[in-house]
């Protein structure tokens, strides 16, 4: 049970806000007065499984000066050992957020013991060759890393069919489940929590289903949760359910049993090769000092594009069709983490805190809305990522997307002047008048930030990294604005919102003498709700 926190130490505790701190001020005069560094000599941190190219962000010796400093203002090397030690860093739900501990050579005995039960489960059913389908229910966390590894590794396709259910749009479902053969098909309700409703009623659908075919549903469910006497009640069998910790958050979940699905999809194998990358990375974050330490640099980067430049949201941009789960991944792991306003204290931040993630793999982004990143008025910062070596066997297809990619990031940052326009139009042989008019339709602001990504290939390694380094810039970046990265309160109140419509949707509510449903009187819609909630009943 997680038990309250404890607000007299925390009064006890209090740290200044942000904005009154002269770090801040420091940090944030130096990256306005700094430009993109792009002609110097690149600036690239080696990392384990990855290298990140800086180039593309603003840096001088006095940001970097400044950025150590705010790093210490905040007692980074203090929250970060309290990270990694498995203490109560999620605040304001009195837990650790221990995933690191999940992926470490020197694992808890409970995390290797858990992980040896399933790996021994999934070498059973794979020796048996049983279920050739596979159907994933689980939403956010218990969803997203999973979809990521299998399609990374299983974009060829697999011997077992896999299929992932997460909405509770019940085509979801439907289609989940449609053509199926129900003797040959596994379902996995990933949950941490075992009450997520999504979940819980999709597992609904899929027992009847199996049920209806004359299949004991109990063989065919295994289940993941940090509350297994939950999933009994429910009716999965002990034996098929697998456990996780409440002291790992939801969107940092992957690392344990919720990737169960991936074990029988991709093999047990991409999950070790995951986790080895991510400790590596892991390492690096707690020994990598500030300027070489590429989650930190990122952190301090991402900071400096939303709070000092404004930059409202972070366009991911992996040159790997493999990756297109990513997209999402991190959009979870940042929006739900970093979208936040008060600080651990309260108070207002102050500046403005986490982006909106948003993205789609290259080539195909260039189609979409590569042109709103080059000239439109806004813009946002970009990670470009990409892999050295291709595992296909057509080398010109990995030339031309490692092309596009080089070309896209130089072209944001490079720009176009008036001037380089207005030539180019000359020589197209424009008179003056219409290439004076066409240049500012072709001129590029350019000086766009981004980063650059380098796998060497996509591997469990490399991946297993690159989520662990995404996972550690959010931390610092977490740190760095005061709030609790781990916590997701906002969720929560449309969760509640909604069990009440729920129920005033159901024919069988009479409606309340304000138009409201009777039991739902209490949540005192607004009109328009209202309204919609007499309309759509049925
Ligand atoms: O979206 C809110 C959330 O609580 C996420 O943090 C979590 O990953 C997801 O719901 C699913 O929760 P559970 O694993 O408990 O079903």
């Known amino acids: 049970m997680t038990s309250m926190p404890d607000v007299p130490a925390l009064a006890a505790d209090r740290a200044p806000p942000l904005t009154d701190l002269p770090e801040w001020a420091h940090f944030a005069a130096a990256a306005r007065a700094c430009t993109l560094q792009a002609n110097g000599v690149p600036d690239l941190i080696e990392a384990p499984g990855v290298t990140v190219d800086f180039s593309g962000q603003r840096h001088s010796d006095a940001l970097g000066q400044a950025g150590r400093a705010l790093l210490e203002a905040r007692g980074f090397d203090v929250q970060r050992a309290r990270l990694l030690a498995g203490e109560a860093v999620n605040i304001t739900e009195a837990r650790p957020a221990w995933h690191t501990a999940l992926r470490a050579p020197d694992a808890p005995p409970e995390v290797l013991a858990e992980r040896a039960r399933m790996d021994a489960w999934v070498r059973s059913a794979d020796a048996e060759r049983r279920w050739s389908n596979l159907v994933h229910i689980g939403i956010g966390g218990s969803d997203w890393g999973v979809r990521l590894a299998v399609s990374a590794f299983g974009y060829t396709g697999l011997w077992r069919q896999v299929r992932f259910v997460a909405n509770i749009d019940g085509h979801a479902i439907e289609g989940g489940l449609a053509g199926l053969d129900p003797r040959d098909t596994l379902i996995v309700l990933a949950s941490k929590s075992f009450t997520t409703a999504e979940t819980l009623q999709n597992g609904e659908r899929a027992r009847e289903w199996l049920a209806a075919a004359g299949v004991d549903p109990r063989a065919n469910f295994a289940a993941i949760t940090a509350y297994p006497e939950r999933a009994v009640a429910w009716g999965v069998p002990e034996g098929n359910i697998f456990r996780l910790w409440d002291w790992v958050g939801g969107r940092f979940s992957l690392w344990s049993a919720v990737s169960l ?36 640099r990122m952190a301090l980067a991402g900071v400096v594009n939303r709070s000092v430049l404004g930059h409202g949201s972070l366009n991911i941009a992996p040159y790997d069709s493999r990756l297109a789960q990513l997209v999402p991944y991190i959009q979870q792991l940042d929006m739900e983490s970093l ?13 403005p805190t986490g982006p909106a993630v948003w993205g789609m793999p290259g080539t195909d982004a260039q189609h979409t809305f590569f042109q709103w990143l080059h000239q ?85 390694y490399t991946l297993g990294a690159l989520l662990a380094l995404y996972e550690h810039r959010v931390f610092v970046q977490g740190v760095i604005w005061g709030i609790d990265p781990f916590d997701q309160w906002g969720v929560e109140y449309g969760k509640i919102l909604a069990r009440g419509i729920v129920e005033a949707l159901s024919p069988e509510t009479p409606p309340g003498p304000d138009g409201g449903a009777a039991r739902d009187r209490g949540a005192g819609h607004d009109a328009s709700t209202r309204h919609w909630i007499e309309q759509l009943k049925g």
């Open 339 to 351: 979208g936040k306003s008060v600080d651990l204290d309260g108070r207002p931040v102050g500046v």
């Open 261 to 296: 699905t991936t074990a029988l999809a991709v093999s047990t194998d991409v999950l070790a090769g995951m986790r080895a990358g991510a400790a590596a990375m892991d390492q690096h974050f707690a020994e990598a000092p500030v300027g070489a330490n590429a989650p930190v």
């Open 376 to 460: 439109g008025s806004d813009g946002a910062p970009v990670d470009f990522i990409l892999c050295r070596t291709a595992d296909h066997h057509w080398p010109a297809h990995h030339r031309a997307l490692l092309a596009n990619c080089l070309a896209q990031r130089e072209a944001l940052m490079r720009g176009k002047t008036f001037e380089q326009a207005r030539a180019e139009c000359l020589r197209e042989g424009l008179d003056p008048v219409r290439a004076d008019w066409l240049a500012r339709h072709r001129m590029h602001p350019g000086g766009r930030s981004n980063h650059l990504i380098v796998l060497p290939r996509l591997s469990p």
